[in-house]
């Protein structure tokens, strides 16, 4: 969450949004979480667990393009 908290501090292009799932349980129903954290970009790509830093990056890039 931090890497996408600095991510949308650079670039008008992105935001990030944190919610803790057993409070809003029906989005985490909607997202599908089964484990945190759970990382979803523009509705269409999910990755779950600690995603390197370099990886995450790149998927946020392409949904940019």
Known sequence: MLLAFQMALESDRVRADMVEAMEFP??????????????VINETIAVEGAYPEPLFVQEVWKQLR
């Open 26 to 39: 029906d989005l985490a129903i909607k997202y599908q979480v089964q484990g945190v954290p759970r990382s």
